[in-house]
């Protein structure tokens, strides 16, 4: 730099009309300035948005590569921060840093100035300020006319008033450059930043598609996919490849339940027959397929039908699915691509009624069936009661002989309820019921379930006996009542004592009154006689009495009145092919009984009474016998038989035939299936966390009915793997609680002893 | 064949063989000892075509107790109603489960009657629907070879009853073994008189029952 | 920063690595007399992949072919090495090395054996044994199976278990030593002749064994002219037959039994069959007595014990194989021997089948379990070929099912520890890095001069 001495005869200007030229000078260095920091500013943003789309565009590259290698998270973000700071440095470093005199030629090449403004940025900063003030001022207007024309132009004059011309022509261009500035620089924004700005958004808006649609199932401990990069479990749940759903449960209308709204969930437990209504988001599913979690035999066993195919339909939210759950355990599995969602629906069935009959609280003998027995039931059901009732089987006759007619009392219907008591009292003059009848009495219950062979909840069964006329005066529990035969027991009886009495007071009576009195007791003994006779006949087979058998009855003839059986058959019982009635062992006795009655009989006809008494006393002894067998035999203790094996041991002449058995089936262990497959989940774990844990929620569904403790502890594992983390303890459980593993004794022996 | 406790005979030890019993179910509700002469006879048929060891005296075994596991076959009949408490339907389903064969026979011959209605309804409670056994099932050729099926009883040739002949009876098989067998043929009233007046009979009308107890004791 | 500082020091940093490698060379040659012992690196030793260990033995025995004098190798194992540096270490014997090895594993004896049950339904019984000082894991390729730890007892750490199934090897540890050995192939079966009377007993023990998948043959003698047959019985012969359970008395020959047993085939005798005559040759042990069921047992965790039984007094050569405690003695309750290459068990129950009738809701399944085992501990199982082959091809050393034997078979017996002076391996390498730091300090000192324009 030079300095221009001030003896050389330039005048200084006057100290005012300094001011505009300096200022001139100024306005056009500050808007340089302004234009070189826009340029900067420029610069800096196009490097910045340079540097984040090479960032995104590297991230995107990363989970690309992770969809098929694992990667862990620190990877992928310095991956993805590296590019970016490269591009950013890198774009900064080359001529990251404009200068004013660069934007002086940036401005030049706008708006030509010769290189002026150019020199002007570039002496401004090297001029001393005298030199520049020297000069300004020589620019100014009214300052030139104190300058006289010179012809040399070597002289410090011409000098200074060719730079002053410079100066001028320069500021003048300067000015104009710098009046275009704004333009320019608008022009250059646009210019410098679109494509990075369009490489850049380009590039978010993939990453974005990338993230919300197709990723396959990557390491969930690990961080390939997306939703370990994004954060939480929570929010992969919500950027799953099938999207969320809502689950909607409509129960069977009989059941008058109100719907529920489950929401967006994996499992669900559900009464059979419910309407099951899944809206889900996104494209509609490829194939959804259901699946029963029990063997094929308790499908059939449980009479479910299973649809033939399910498919998804469009809907406003996406898609929409509906079917009608079952009873059993029920897969779900909805996919889309490759891509699928498992829904694991824990199906029960409506439980029958539970019905107690409070009131008879046991069984029990009526002597005279009339007046009123109050019964009384509780009723229960998990749903809805749709009716109940009383039951009552009653049963009249006695030996082989018996009818039954069923009666329903104290029905009611039901809209529904869970819980009611049943309360009637029965009339029992209106059920006609008779001596000996028994009546099985219960209360059932129906409910709402529409299926027409549902099964109805029952009580259990009292049983009320209707006494006999004749059986003891006693509310004792008897099983049978008194057979026929105790009437003749107390007329026979009657008849002796009348008989014994007579013969006492013989020597007191008139012969007519005797004769009199003889003659009624041989028509009560005849009438005896005949009763009994009834009572042997109609045991072989209710024929009348023997008065009108014919020939032989059954083998039993008739001679001289009296009832005889050939002394070789064996009197305790008889069965000849084609006889169609059993012959009891009380047939003896009340055949001794109706020959002494005969005896006697025709003794008292005779007037004879004293030969009658011996034949009637054998008459109530065979009687008495006859009665004691048949009480003994209607109380259920049989007569007993015991044979003599060594007498008869393959006695028989016909030999059996030698045959083959059937084999039977193989039990298969469902715990050895079972073990299979959780030890197949328990590798999955390792490398697909989620996959394990569907299926093992899968299990847990299926052991639940048959091994609950299995189930209980693959829960515990399922709560591990969502939990993330190491999920080996609880494995180990599970396998242990489901037996597979068992300590031996070691012995001195080649094998195991049994368990 | 030995029945009966271990004895030691000349220095061995005399182990008998486990004799079978002839065992019949008491229930709560109805004549369950309608048929008193059955075990007699059923008895007397084992011992009379076969080798096996048998108790000459048949046993009555509640149902509602457990002691009902020791008799792996029970036989079971009467007229009136059956209805099981809740304790004989547990017993009783436990018992066909493990491997026990009842064997039930209509006393009253009665499609119609109360035993038979009831008696379906009940097996169906406790181990599931009696569906027709076929003619041709092994029970029919256990022992003796019954090739028409079951033989028809006096009751049901007189037309007692529901005046039905039954070709069939009825099971509830649990995998491919007879775990309930029903009769509505009246083998009850057929098999009730003392087996000493088998010598009467042209035919001995209780051949069915061997096969019967040889299929409870090999399958 | 100017640049002549960075020169400067990148000039003495490249000196200063020189002089050190020049130190280095000169004290690994000075600091060995012994220019022949090696050793392996607690770092190889350690490795899981054993590729370390294997690569510096390769290594080691490439540079001895220098040696005039044999060399050692001298070893410390903290942990029982894989078959591959096992391998790898017994071919270091054979290229002339003195192996030498220390024991410090703490796993002296550590032995897993696996063999397939007898069972229809397939398992594996796993024996692992190991020393008492540390607890003995057993574990599969997906769980821990059990453990057991006597160290307290001084005893030797001993397991039996019974596997349904196993994922992957067998395995036995301690500490970080570890045994395996590959699950076996199912057993090859044979069917099952049952000599008995008709009965419950035959009945049920028939339907026992064939819920569990054996195949049973028999002929239950109903009547003189007919029987009732099981499956299709044919011949005794162990080409058929693994086991044959006995009964009853007189139902079988003795002698067609004992030729059968002679050929290698099982026998069971149940209590009513120990009192035949016939078989008093056979019976491991004979009656001396009769004990009554506990009424109630069948319903208990014992249920053995509400079962009728008899006394049974063991032959001498035989072994108790279950035993039940009464009234504080214990009785034994199934007796075994072999005979020929056969088994012989004898049980003293009776009328097992109320165990499943009479018992708890799981009685059935303990009691197939039971007489499944029962065969199992006596069948004939005819030996796996494929396996004879394999242990035909490969060496005669025990290998990793009892890697400590293995170990000792092929380099001898551990030596006592001895103090290490030796030059390790790792000497050349350091001389490498320093060569390398100084030729890149002494370029980048080259190369700032030179951008500065200086010569």
Redesign the interface.
């Known amino acids: 730099m030079t300095s221009v001495p001030a003896s050389t005869g330039i005048r200084r200007p006057a100290v005012g009309a300094m001011a505009p030229a300096v200022s001139a000078t100024g306005i056009v260095l500050a808007s340089v300035e302004r234009a070189r920091k826009s340029l900067q500013w420029i610069v800096w943003m196009r490097a910045l948005v340079l540097g984040l789309g090479a960032g995104i565009a590297a991230l995107l590259a990363l989970l690309l590569a992770a969809r098929h290698s694992p990667l862990p998270t620190t990877l992928i973000l310095v991956g993805a921060l590296l590019p970016t700071g490269a591009v950013v440095i890198g774009s900064l470093r080359r001529g990251a840093r404009v200068t004013a005199v660069r934007t002086a030629l940036w401005l030049e090449e706008q708006a030509p100035a010769g290189f002026a403004l150019v020199t002007l940025v570039e002496h401004q900063t090297q001029l001393p300020p005298r030199m520049s003030t020297q000069l300004s001022s020589q620019a100014s207007p009214q300052v030139s006319p104190q300058i006289s024309p010179v012809d040399d132009e070597r002289t410090p004059a011409a000098v200074h008033a060719r730079l002053a011309d410079a100066y001028l022509a320069a500021l003048g261009g300067a000015t104009r450059a710098t009046r275009i500035a704004t333009g320019a620089l608008n022009a250059m924004a646009i210019a410098r930043l679109r494509d990075p700005l369009l490489f850049t958004l380009g590039a978010a808006a993939l990453l974005w598609w990338f993230g919300t649609t197709t990723v396959a199932r990557g390491n969930e401990g690990t961080t390939s996919s997306a939703r370990n990069v994004f954060g939480t479990s929570n929010k992969a749940r919500a950027n799953a490849p099938i999207g969320k759903w809502s689950i909607r449960v409509e129960p069977p209308a009989y059941t008058h339940l109100p719907a529920q709204q489950l929401g967006d969930v994996d499992g669900a437990k559900v009464l059979s027959g419910s309407r099951l209504v899944i809206d889900g988001t996104g494209d509609v599913p490829s194939s959804v397929a259901l699946r029963a979690l029990v063997d094929s035999a308790t499908v059939a066993r449980a009479g479910i039908s299973w649809p033939a195919s399910l498919s998804a339909a469009p809907s406003s939210t996406g898609w929409s699915l509906t079917f009608t759950t079952t009873a059993v355990p029920t897969e779900l599995r909805v996919t889309r691509g490759i891509a699928n969602r498992l829904l694991l629906i824990e199906g029960y069935g409506d439980s029958i009624p539970r019905v107690s009959l409070r009131t008879p609280a046991h069984d029990s003998v009526l002597r005279s069936p009339s007046g009123k027995l109050p019964l009384e039931a509780t009723l229960h059901d998990d749903l809805a009661l749709a009716s109940g009732a009383f039951e009552m089987i009653i049963s009249s006759g006695e030996g082989e002989r018996f009818t039954a007619r069923t009666v329903r009392v104290g029905a009611q219907r039901y809209a529904g309820a869970h819980d009611v008591t049943l309360r009637i009292a029965l009339d029992l003059d209106s059920m006609k019921l008779g001596p000996g009848d028994i009546v099985h009495l219960r209360a059932v219950a129906h409910d709402a379930h529409p299926a027409a062979n549902r099964e109805w909840g029952s009580s259990e069964t009292r049983s009320i006996r209707v006494a006999r006329q004749a059986e003891y005066d006693s509310v004792s529990v008897e099983p049978a009542p008194p057979p026929e035969v105790d009437k003749s027991l107390l007329s026979q009886r009657m008849l002796l004592v009348m008989t014994e009495k007579l013969e006492a007071r013989r020597a007191k009576l008139t012969a007519n009154v005797l004769a009199d009195e003889t003659s009624k007791l041989a028509r009560d003994q005849t009438r005896l006689r005949l009763a009994v006779g009834d009572a042997v006949f109609q045991r072989l087979g209710n024929e009348s009495s023997a008065e009108h058998a014919e020939g032989d009855e059954k083998g039993i003839k008739i001679v001289d009145g009296k009832l005889v059986m050939p002394p070789e058959q064996d009197m305790t019982g008889m069965l000849e092919e084609g006889d169609d009635s059993p012959v009891i062992g009380i047939n003896k006795p009340l055949l001794e009984a109706y020959n002494a009655m005969w005896d006697a009989g025709r003794a008292l006809e005779l007037g004879d009474r004293k030969v009658a008494i011996p034949h009637m006393r054998v008459a109530l002894a065979a009687i008495e016998r006859a009665r004691a067998a048949s009480r003994l035999y209607l109380r259920g203790k049989p007569p007993v038989v015991i044979l003599d094996l060594a007498k008869i041991r393959l006695a028989g002449k016909d030999t059996g035939i030698t045959n083959v058995r059937s084999v039977r089936a193989v039990q298969s262990s469902t715990a050895r299936g079972r073990e299979a497959r959780l030890l197949r989940a328990a590798a999955l774990a390792v490398t697909d966390a989620l996959s394990a844990r569907d299926s093992i929620a899968v299990l847990r569904l299926e052991s639940v009915g048959e091994a609950p403790e299995f189930a209980n502890a693959l829960a515990s594992v399922v709560t591990a793997l969502k939990r993330g983390g190491d999920a080996t303890d609880e494995f180990v459980r599970a396998r242990r609680v489901l037996g597979g593993v068992t300590r031996a004794s070691g012995t001195g022996w080649s094998r195991v002893s049994p368990p | 064949m030995v029945t009966g406790e271990p004895t030691v005979t000349a220095g061995q030890l005399v182990v008998p063989s486990e004799a079978f019993v002839f065992a019949t179910a008491q229930y709560e509700s109805g004549d369950w000892d309608s048929a008193p002469m059955v075990a007699a006879n059923v008895i007397d048929a084992i011992a009379r075509y076969t080798s096996i060891p048998v108790r000459p005296q048949g046993i009555s075994v509640p149902l509602s107790s457990e002691v009902l596991y020791g008799y792996p076959l029970v036989y079971l009949t009467g007229h009136l109603p059956v209805r099981f408490s809740n304790k004989e339907t547990e017993v009783l389903r436990q018992y066909l489960r493990r491997g026990g064969l009842l064997f039930i026979d209509d006393h009253n011959h009665d499609i119609d009657g109360a035993f038979n209605k009831t008696v379906r309804e009940e097996v169906r409670r406790v181990v599931g629907e009696l569906k027709p056994l076929p003619n041709t099932h092994e029970l029919y050729r256990a022992f003796f070879n019954f090739e028409n099926g079951p033989p028809t009883t006096s009751h049901e040739m007189n037309g007692w009853g529901d005046n039905l002949v039954h070709e069939t009876l009825d099971a509830v098989l649990i995998e491919t073994r007879i775990a309930v067998l029903f009769s509505n043929k009246d083998y009850s009233s057929e098999w009730s008189y003392h087996p000493d007046n088998k010598r009467f009979l042209s035919i001995d009308n209780t051949k069915f029952a061997v096969n019967i107890v040889v299929y409870a004791l090999t399958r | 920063m100017t640049r002549r500082p960075l020169e400067l020091i990148a000039r003495l940093i490249g000196v200063f690595a020189l002089v050190a490698a020049l130190v280095v060379m000169l004290r690994s040659r000075s600091a060995s007399p012994a220019r022949n012992a090696y050793t392996l690196t607690p770092s190889a030793l350690s490795d899981s992949s054993a590729h370390s260990a294997v690569s510096e033995l390769s290594t080691t025995i490439a540079r001895t072919a220098r040696d005039t004098v044999r060399p050692n190798l001298r070893v410390t194992l903290s942990r029982i090495p894989d078959a591959n540096v096992r391998s790898a270490l017994a071919v270091s014997r054979a290229a002339g090395l003195a192996v030498a090895w220390t024991d410090s594993t703490s796993a002296a004896g550590l032995a897993v054996a696996a063999t397939a049950?007898?069972d229809?339904?397939?398992g594996t019984?796993i024996?692992a044994v190991g020393q008492s000082s540390r607890p003995l894991l057993v574990r599969d390729?997906?769980?821990?199976?059990?453990s057991v730890d006597r160290t307290s007892r001084r005893e030797p750490n001993?397991?039996?278990?019974?596997?349904?199934?196993l994922?992957g090897n067998a395995m036995a540890e301690q500490g970080a030593s570890r045994a395996s050995v590959p699950v076996p192939r199912a057993a090859t079966l044979r069917r099952i002749l049952l000599a008995a009377?008709?009965?419950?007993?035959?009945?049920?023990v028939?339907?026992a064994l064939?819920?569990?998948?054996w195949?049973?043959d028999g002929s239950?003698?109903?009547?003189?002219?007919?029987?009732?047959?099981?499956?299709a019985p044919l011949s005794l012969d162990t080409a058929r037959y693994a086991a044959v359970i006995v009964l009853?008395?007189g139902v079988v020959g003795g002698d067609a039994l004992t030729r059968f047993v002679r050929q290698g085939g099982g026998v069971i005798l149940s209590?009513?069959a120990?009192?035949a005559?016939s078989l008093a040759a056979l019976r491991p042990a004979s009656?001396v007595g009769?004990r009554p069921a506990v009424p109630g047992a069948l319903l208990t965790d014992a249920p053995r014990q509400g079962l009728d039984a008899?006394d049974l007094r063991p032959a001498p050569r035989a072994?108790?194989?279950?035993q039940e405690s009464r009234g504080g003695k214990s009785e034994p309750s199934?007796v075994?021997w072999r005979i020929g290459a056969g088994?012989v068990l004898a049980s003293a129950y009776r009328?097992t089948?109320?165990w499943?009738?009479?018992g708890t809701?799981d009685?059935?399944d303990?009691h197939?379990?039971?007489?499944?085992?029962?065969v199992?501990?006596?069948a004939f199982v005819p030996t796996d070929t494929s396996v004879v082959h394999r242990r035909l091809l490969t060496t005669r050393f025990p290998g990793s099912a009892a890697p400590y034997a293995d170990l000792a078979a092929r380099l001898g017996p551990p030596t006592a520890a001895q103090p290490m002076r030796i030059a390790t391996p790792s000497g050349p390498s350091r001389i490498w890095l320093l060569f390398v730091v100084a030729t890149v300090a002494l370029l980048t000192e080259w190369a700032l001069r030179r951008f500065r324009g200086a010569p």
């Open positions: 049950e007898a229809p339904q397939g019984v024996h390729g997906a769980s821990l199976l059990d001993a397991l039996v278990l019974r596997a349904a199934r994922s009377h008709p009965g419950w007993e035959a009945k049920f028939a339907a064939e819920e569990r998948g195949q049973v239950l003698l109903i009547a003189r002219r007919a029987s009732v047959t099981l499956g009853d008395s209590a009513d120990l009192g005559p009656i009769a008899f072994v108790v194989l279950q199934i075994a088994r009328e089948w109320r499943r009738m009479e809701d009685g059935m303990q197939r379990r039971w007489w499944s085992g029962l199992s501990a006596a």
